[in-house]
């Protein structure tokens, strides 16, 4: 018995952890923030001003993690709400470009952006959608004649 226990301290036997397969989207080569994962951090406190004893504001950051390079791109939110996410993911797609895939929690914001972006893909794809659109630019597009230079508008 003393010498098993001398033993297994000196020379202890090597666990082989089982290792998960990635996702496809962290093995295929794409360009950066093609696949993105989102997650919230925080609340943070912020001063509402720099003067002494302001009061302080609750902020929250969103972080998105370019699943191929793992590059991130941090945006201050200022709550958890649905349309706080929707703009914070349209400021995102103005400056990285639109993602192929985004990986998210079931967050509430996440569930309810999810929502929201179904409901308007279904309207833009919509025949009466398309029909009102036609008319519109049918009606109501005037083209204004090219000035010649320097005589202004």
């Not at 093995?27 to 302001?54: A, H, L, M, Q, W």
């Not at 709550?79 to 895939?101: N, P």
Request: include cysteine.
């Amino acid at each position: 018995m003393k010498n098993w226990v001398r033993c297994c301290r000196t020379n202890p036997p090597l666990v082989e952890y089982l290792m998960g397969d990635l996702p496809e989207a962290r093995i295929i080569e794409s360009c950066p923030f093609t696949n993105v994962g989102i997650d919230y951090s925080g609340p943070f406190y912020i001063k509402e001003r720099r003067d002494r004893n302001r009061r302080k504001v609750k902020i929250y950051v969103t972080i998105f993690v370019c699943l191929t390079t793992k590059a991130a791109y941090i945006e201050l939110v200022s709550d958890l709400t649905t349309d706080a996410f929707i703009a914070t993911l349209r400021r995102f797609i103005s400056q990285r470009g639109y993602c192929a895939t985004i990986h998210s929690e079931n967050g509430t914001n996440f569930v309810g952006a999810n929502n929201e972006l179904k409901k308007l893909r279904i309207l833009l794809q919509s025949d009466d959608h398309k029909e009102w659109v036609q008319v519109f630019l049918a009606n109501n597009t005037q083209f204004q004649k090219k000035s010649a230079a320097g005589c202004g508008s």
